[in-house]
């Protein structure tokens, strides 16, 4: 358990001396926890993820289990409040992750006349890996007339165009988009959900919630130290993906590079969100062989068809008995597999969902995909063309919800904010 | 670890030698766990919890941190169908307790031409403390029309009366109620997710899903090696609640006496759901002192105002120093407290949920309460009569859902199922 852990929970033993309480956890310091926020190690399930770094955590970071994902309309119009506001978040972002209260008069500290600055529900819970990753969307920078909302078009980078039309996409506009997004991944939902609430509390009349997601089972793996996990399909999902060791792969395919495009965005990242409803229950009354061609895996170990271990390579020229491939010509792992799409590769960092039933008697379940680039222009773009015109398993999915977002580099430091190159 | 949770794992590595499998988990041996579902020692969080016993598990049962709640209605008219479906359950809610697949051929076991009997997203994990718990809807007596469905109305227990109308509720029809209810809950969502996606599956043309809900942090500890979690107003919540340790008082006020009604509910509860929407924004908006004198307990420690402990009694009769009463006349604690409701108590075992946003700008969280009991008509109704009438905390709420089920005793055996007694 870290020390900043260790604040959260010395907080409520403060508190315990009566109504009036004490200021608490405002004497406990500086909120900013220094380190590595590259996390090229796994960190306990439990304890705090280091907040500052040259990239923000919550893209390499070992994938946690559970999301709480929201897309902010902003619904001010005044750019400074819009600056305080990211500066308000990157301070309550610094201490929430480090397990403490989102201000410094906590949940339980301060004078009893005025509302908390801390909701409260995380009192006593550890930082559970925490990490707050914020970006920003293509409306930030010009609304739907064209309009410069905040002095921004003209540093809106290229890459963060608006995504175009994907066949078979059934988007609902009250779920797709966003001027903001924040993900909070967490090992414990309750520490994920309360930073989510406590950064909309601190947006009162900045930013209005627009959509929100919650997630769990991470269907991708971000480190070699994690196993993959699987989707609702019951497949392993994430196989291929890129991971936090592979530096090499992660500067060509993941991370924003000097010369890209703006350099406020040197560091960062792009993020694609579609939220997929998979219709399972007719998945469920496919045969297992169906399932495995669609995929182009064994179910049990997640081998590529043809193939005995998981992270073998699929043979995408080898065929079967028959004369047939191996791996079917619309089977998912072909499609998506990068010699299929000129090399491009995601990190993904999806999560399972379900949301209660959908009115005809079946679950609301499907895969709440995120996936982070480089340029989403020459990677998830080509990528999902491919897919969603030939992907023998569109059948079995109902694509309702589709973000993109430009995730700024990480925070430095105390005097730093997320955005400050975008905005200074 | 233990032997059964082991089951699904060996079957994925027996699985492993290619996609025509083998049968896998058929040869495991019998799916009963053995042992007593009293549950009178706290699980670990990734074992296995007895299946069969005096009572159903899930109740006592220390409460783990997730639950995903379904309501059927049952849509076939033939009653030995429904009895069927109840076997099948039985059978499959005794394999998965115990970590393996729902049915015989698992996921990747069988025949490649044929659909799994098991949908796979939980292959690989341990059985998370997972219960499954069934109950009976007043429905399934009699529809809204009187008319007996199944040729039970004569075995109606009278303390499974539809509830009344509560002031303030605003119930959505196609929330509430339900033929048949299942709880699921376990340590690891998808865990729960896969329990209640293959009980779904398996009634296929028996039962249609009804409405869903997933939870999360528990709400309401159920023994006292648990400390209290917190709600979404960020205050300890079920600090007053029955506990497995408590026999005496589970026997008066938990299970289901002979002579209390039909013999086939003895050692059964009745269980009743309601989804509350917290209206979290504008509580934020309240001072801590409002918010304490609400709840009538201290945000941080728990500790009833004037008290110092969580767990020392409210003193209802103290007075502060104005002269008017410590604990507010229509403080939640206060109108909840056996005193004030002819000494009727209750088992809670409730969950937070966030189900996105509302399309308002806020974030749709609250709490999903559930609280078993032996007669709804002396306990839950006259208290919720007294909540719903005064409680100052109603300001912030809005129940959405209700739900009132009877949940037959445990299951004895490999020759018993769920609710044997109501149809034999």
């Given at each position: 358990?870290?020390?900043?852990?260790?604040?959260?929970?010395?907080a409520?033993a403060?508190?315990?001396?009566?109504?009036?309480?004490?200021t608490?956890?405002?004497?406990i310091?500086?909120?900013?926890v220094?380190?590595?926020?590259?996390?090229?190690?796994?960190?306990?399930?439990?304890?705090?993820v280091?907040?500052?770094?040259?990239?923000?955590?919550?893209?390499?970071?070992?994938?946690q289990?559970?999301l709480h994902?929201v897309?902010?309309d902003?619904?001010?119009k005044?750019r400074e409040?819009?600056?305080?506001l990211?500066?308000?978040?990157t301070?309550?972002?610094a201490r929430?992750t480090?397990?403490?209260?989102?201000?410094?008069?906590?949940?339980?500290?301060?004078?009893?006349?005025?509302?908390?600055?801390?909701?409260?529900?995380a009192?006593?819970?550890?930082?559970?890996?925490?990490?707050?990753?914020?970006?920003?969307g293509?409306t930030?920078?010009r609304?739907?007339t064209?309009?410069?909302?905040?002095?921004?078009?003209?540093?809106?980078?290229?890459?963060?165009?608006?995504?175009?039309?994907?066949?078979?996409?059934v988007?609902d506009?009250?779920?797709?988009?966003?001027?903001?997004c924040v993900?909070?991944?967490?090992n414990?939902?309750?520490?994920?959900?309360?930073?989510?609430?406590n950064?909309?509390?601190i947006?009162?009349?900045?930013v209005?919630?627009?959509?929100?997601q919650?997630?769990?089972g991470r269907?991708?793996?971000?480190?070699?130290?994690?196993t993959t996990?699987?989707?609702?399909?019951g497949f392993k999902?994430?196989?291929?993906?890129?991971?936090?060791?592979?530096?090499?792969?992660?500067?060509e395919?993941?991370?924003v590079?000097p010369?890209?495009?703006p350099?406020?965005m040197?560091g960062?990242?792009?993020?694609?969100?579609?939220?997929?409803?998979m219709?399972?229950e007719?998945?469920?009354?496919?045969?297992?062989?169906?399932q495995?061609?669609i995929?182009?895996?064994?179910?049990?170990?997640?081998?590529p068809l043809?193939?005995?271990?998981?992270?073998?390579e699929?043979?995408?020229?080898?065929?079967?008995?028959?004369?047939?491939p191996?791996?079917?010509?619309?089977?998912?792992?072909?499609?998506?597999h990068?010699t299929?799409?000129?090399?491009?590769?995601?990190l993904?960092?999806g999560y399972n969902?379900?949301?209660?039933?959908d009115?005809?008697?079946?679950?609301d379940?499907?895969?709440?995909?995120?996936?982070?680039?480089?340029?989403?222009?020459?990677?998830?773009?080509p990528?999902?063309?491919s897919?969603?015109?030939q992907?023998?398993?569109?059948?079995?999915?109902?694509?309702?919800?589709l973000?993109?977002f430009?995730?700024?580099p990480?925070?430095?430091?105390p005097d730093?904010?997320?955005?400050r190159?975008l905005?200074?």
């Amino acid at each position: 358990m870290s020390d900043s852990s260790l604040s959260r929970r010395r907080a409520i033993a403060l508190a315990g001396v009566g109504v009036a309480g004490v200021t608490g956890a405002a004497a406990i310091g500086s909120a900013l926890v220094k380190g590595s926020a590259g996390d090229t190690t796994p960190h306990p399930v439990e304890g705090a993820v280091a907040f500052t770094g040259e990239h923000q955590a919550g893209i390499v970071t070992p994938a946690q289990d559970r999301l709480h994902f929201v897309a902010f309309d902003v619904i001010t119009k005044d750019r400074e409040r819009l600056i305080g506001l990211l500066k308000d978040w990157t301070a309550a972002a610094a201490r929430m992750t480090a397990g403490r209260d989102a201000g410094e008069i906590g949940a339980v500290g301060g004078v009893p006349e005025a509302p908390p600055d801390d909701t409260g529900e995380a009192l006593g819970l550890p930082p559970s890996g925490l990490t707050i990753t914020v970006g920003f969307g293509p409306t930030l920078f010009r609304d739907a007339t064209g309009k410069d909302r905040f002095g921004l078009a003209a540093k809106r980078p290229p890459a963060l165009d608006d995504l175009p039309h994907f066949p078979g996409d059934v988007l609902d506009d009250s779920l797709s988009g966003g001027d903001l997004c924040v993900q909070a991944c967490a090992n414990d939902p309750q520490v994920a959900v309360h930073a989510i609430r406590n950064l909309a509390r601190i947006g009162m009349g900045v930013v209005s919630v627009r959509w929100s997601q919650l997630g769990f089972g991470r269907t991708s793996s971000t480190s070699t130290t994690q196993t993959t996990a699987r989707n609702l399909f019951g497949f392993k999902d994430g196989t291929a993906n890129l991971k936090l060791e592979e530096t090499d792969l992660l500067r060509e395919h993941l991370w924003v590079q000097p010369g890209d495009g703006p350099d406020w965005m040197t560091g960062g990242s792009y993020l694609v969100s579609r939220k997929i409803r998979m219709i399972v229950e007719t998945w469920d009354r496919s045969s297992l062989a169906e399932q495995e061609m669609i995929v182009g895996r064994q179910k049990g170990t997640g081998a590529p068809l043809g193939k005995s271990g998981e992270f073998e390579e699929p043979d995408l020229e080898a065929k079967g008995a028959d004369g047939e491939p191996l791996l079917a010509l619309r089977s998912h792992v072909r499609l998506a597999h990068p010699t299929t799409n000129g090399g491009a590769r995601l990190l993904r960092r999806g999560y399972n969902f379900v949301d209660g039933s959908d009115g005809l008697g079946r679950l609301d379940a499907g895969l709440f995909f995120i996936a982070f680039q480089r340029d989403p222009r020459k990677q998830f773009v080509p990528i999902q063309r491919s897919l969603s015109r030939q992907d023998e398993m569109n059948e079995y999915l109902k694509p309702v919800s589709l973000g993109l977002f430009a995730c700024p580099p990480g925070v430095s430091g105390p005097d730093d904010f997320w955005g400050r190159a975008l905005f200074i």
